[in-house]
């Protein structure tokens, strides 16, 4: 029902073409993103100050704002090539759905057994834990994505992997946990009696199914505590923003291959990780003057980060280990309501994309999980692909541009993220069925609940 | 920890690179598959007889023997670009972990939502059913593969789709009827009280789950009572082995281009549309005396068609409405034990398939799923893909194959059929991580029993 096209349904670049070097977006920019903070000292943390919870290569790369390109191992180069280059789809059958002159194209990250991005930096922090002669990495994981894509790496590098996994998700998402398994990853509910933090926090609160704080703190004690491990973290970070940008690199090649130029380039936000991979070296370009793009950011109307949010010093987990980040935050207590399906329930946002959004070089947007639903199915039903919750929130603000031109007449191109499938949440997709699921928006004496709770700096 | 090697990870072929034309194997063979009969007249079953049930062109695909290609048409085509051509992999990883001489590929047919290479038949059958005008299709699903692709087909062309679903199935995999409404297709619990036969079943046994040989009885009836439905298969049949000759087509495209010669071609087994279109192209080369290969089906030992069942004319389905097929059959009450997991549980065999079997045109083999399962976890390990428990019978046969090249030093080239991902598999995966999975073969004397079922032909 499609007439042969110049440019084809998906374009694939050749293994040859993919990225040698990730773009480190911070280069680029003239107002730096703000230093992380020690929260004791309230002082920038130092290197050495890092080191004993990061990989020691991670923390080059997380202070790093200087060097644009930092070379990809070829280790990790060969992983990438059994999932990279990802497709860039040309959406025919959506744009003939909607009847829109808009051209959409979106970048398809959910082609590995992850399902999600999560494995572009998951491999690279796996490589760099080996390198280091570490035994093993420690980290969190919620829904399970990150967790699962930790694990395949350490698997494939032979690092063990222990993952803390709220026991909320343990038990209700079983799946994801025995895919973790498969790749040999050891997956404890938390809080589990494992650790200082689990065993307090059991111990006055026995019926708890935790958080993600709460499994954020014991991942890093058993980093800390454990000879030869490291603790992990798959968003937020400058470093997975540096290791995503793979992301945009290809698929800017991929267009500048078919003299393609977006206009509009759409993200679905939670931590950062996804967004800031695909915008990355187009919001270098904008930043050095040599093209124009509108950036979206799309988050939950649930937990509207951007748009609902302040600028601040805050904790970047709500157990308040971690140091201190600045960034767009709804305070570390604050939790989104538990109707909200899928991921992107972070409080805060990478610094990063917290100082782009500033300095008014990105919008942002949210929306309510019905309609996200509601795009998600129209997309699966034209374009074949299940996604993920996360990722339907940009589909959702690409189809509203997509109708605008529609109203227009205007022949723009649009461009978003399909960051991950949809396979592991179907229990939303049957809620969405079924008429039962729900939106909800913090009301403003919630969020200032949450403000209230930032700390002095 | 590869070094870079001449013959790429992945293997695309560009779009324009897209069969267009299917294969029909059955041209080339010198002794044709036995026609269906009908169990009435024990007469070969006529068009006229088929096409109250069938669409009137995939009867006509179904009774050619023939025309050696059929040209695919130009919609099917574009539906295909969204997910083909398929990956073609060389499994560098695997090799290695293997320390192997032999070099390994298989071709991925899991990389669309529908996780399977059912789609690339469901589209066809979708598409020759809006041409011929009707309103709808009914189909049965067992695991679920089947139907999820072919609502997905329906979606595409807005054609009705109503999938029975055996009951157990329904219950306990709730996932895989959540991704079929969400491409719109009504899935109903059977046995269910909207047709004759459900109603008598629910009548003698209110407490029953539901089989695969009641479902088909149910879609059958649905279809010949419904005014512009008809019923559609997505196995065993001559016209599903033609549509999934693409795969084959493609490997085989893929592998030229690259001068690579397979010495052994492997796939699993159940009603054969897999390993059917992965072997078509090499087997007419084949047959063609234009080269030679051994060709190698892998079979459950809990389901054992080829290795311990009988040639010989048998009920398509356990309800006994179908024609009468000459194929390799446990017989038509034969059902594999309740621990056997994922499909490859049909009673018998394509009768292509079965036919060069018959003729010592190809080998088969059948493994114990304890076995399978540790071949898809060490494949999963290192190739990142996680494996259907189905497309594993193949993995496991090919890691055998390598293993026996590192005795004798022989730098075979092996190919295998990856026919689908497991995402929907995890009970068994679970099943077999805690140590609980069990392995079964019938005895003889189950197997006698099945075969004095067989009609008297």
Not at 42 to 63: D, G, I, N, S
Not at 77 to 99: D, G, H, I
Not at 255 to 270: H, M, N, T, W
């Amino acid at each position: 029902m499609n007439e042969s096209k110049k440019i084809p349904y998906k374009i694939y670049l050749e293994e040859s073409e993919l990225p040698k070097a990730w773009y480190n977006l911070r280069a680029d920019m003239k107002v730096k993103p703000a230093p992380l903070l020690n929260p004791g000292t309230l002082q920038p943390m130092t290197a050495e100050e890092l080191e004993p919870v990061f990989c020691k290569e991670l923390v080059k790369q997380e202070l790093d704002d200087v060097n644009p390109f930092i070379e990809i191992p070829e280790d990790i180069l060969n992983f990438y090539k059994m999932y990279r280059p990802s497709p860039l789809v040309r959406a025919y059958c959506l744009e003939e759905k909607l009847q829109t002159p808009a051209k959409i194209y979106y970048k398809f990250e959910g082609n590995n057994t992850s399902g999600s991005h999560k494995l572009n930096s998951a491999i690279a922090q796996a490589y760099y834990a080996k390198k280091q002669g570490l035994k093993g990495v420690t980290t969190e994981t919620g829904t399970g994505q990150w967790g699962t894509a930790l694990s395949m790496a350490c698997s494939y590098f032979g690092l063990d992997c222990k993952v803390y996994m709220v026991k909320v998700s343990y038990e209700q998402k079983p799946f994801r946990r025995e895919v973790m398994r498969t790749y040999g990853a050891t997956v404890t509910p938390s809080p589990s009696p494992d650790t200082n933090v689990g065993r307090k926090l059991l111990a006055e609160y026995p019926g708890t199914t935790g958080s993600l704080g709460c499994a954020i703190s014991e991942a890093v004690e058993a980093a800390v505590s454990n000879e030869g491990y490291r603790y992990v973290l798959g968003s937020v970070l400058n470093q997975v923003l540096l290791h995503q940008s793979v992301i945009g690199l290809e698929t800017m090649a991929a267009l500048d291959k078919y003299g393609v130029k977006p206009d509009i380039i759409i993200g679905c936000a939670g931590g950062g990780s996804n967004l800031g991979g695909l915008i990355a070296p187009f919001m270098g370009r904008k930043l050095r003057g040599e093209a124009d793009y509108r950036f979206i950011a799309v988050e939950p109307a649930s937990c509207p980060s951007f748009t609902r949010g302040k600028l601040a010093y805050d904790f970047a987990d709500t157990g308040k280990v971690c140091p201190l980040a600045k960034m767009y935050t709804l305070g570390s207590g604050f939790i989104p309501a538990p109707n909200h399906a899928g991921g992107l329930r972070y409080h805060g946002m990478s610094g990063t994309l917290s100082q782009l959004y500033h300095d008014g070089l990105m919008e942002a947007v949210a929306v309510s999980q019905t309609a996200v639903f509601k795009a998600a199915e129209e997309f699966a039903r034209v374009e074949g692909i299940l996604p993920a919750p996360e990722s339907s929130h940009a589909i959702k603000v690409a189809i509203d541009e997509a109708l605008k031109c529609r109203e227009t007449g205007e022949e723009k191109t649009i461009l978003f993220g399909l960051s991950g499938t949809g396979y592991f949440d179907l229990v939303a997709y049957e809620q969405y069925h079924d008429g039962k699921m729900s939106d909800y928006t913090p009301t403003d004496a919630e969020l200032e609940a949450g403000f209230a709770g930032l700390p002095k700096v």
